[in-house]
């Protein structure tokens, strides 16, 4: 059900309430400019979670070479949240930060209240923010 289409009107109070228990907090922010592409937040994911080694909660794209002009290249790692992420629910609910973000290897990866992170992306290039 697509509830982004239903009429406000025609939403059971049960759905709405539902969807605001649904709604997450917390999520992770990534500074990719600097993220090196060694995966350690994948292989920490599999690890943590028992996974195979092409499922993870977290994978991470390369993209480029290429050039664009003059000096000026396209060339990024980006990691991906999947939907095997669950936000290491076990783990934080212990204290603990979620995996991906304890091993990664440039500091780059970031847990906390969505609300934190969406102030810190403010004026930056090359930050995106995962609420799985
Ligand atoms: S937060 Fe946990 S479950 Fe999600 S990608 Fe990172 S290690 Fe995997
Ligand atoms: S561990 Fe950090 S630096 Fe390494 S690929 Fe993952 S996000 Fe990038």
Redesign the pocket.
């Known amino acids: 059900m697509r509830l982004s289409r239903m009429q406000p009107s025609k939403t059971h109070p049960c759905l709405r309430r539902k969807v605001r228990e649904d709604m997450k907090t917390h999520g992770i922010l ?1 500074d ?1 400019k ?9 292989m920490a994911c599999q690890m943590e979670h028992g996974l195979p080694p092409h499922r993870s909660g ?1 994978k ?1 794209l390369e993209i480029g070479p290429w050039q664009i002009d003059g000096e000026t290249w396209q060339y990024d ?1 980006q ?1 991906v949240f999947t939907d095997e992420c669950d936000l290491c629910k076990e783990r934080v609910g212990k204290g603990k930060t979620p995996t ?1 973000v304890k ?4 500091f ?2 970031e847990y906390g209240e969505v609300d934190d992170l969406v102030a810190k992306m403010n004026g930056w290039k090359k930050r995106s923010l995962i609420v799985p």
């Open positions: 990534v990719y600097w993220c090196s592409g060694c995966r350690s937040c994948e977290v991470v790692y990691p991906c091993h990664c290897q440039a780059i990866l």
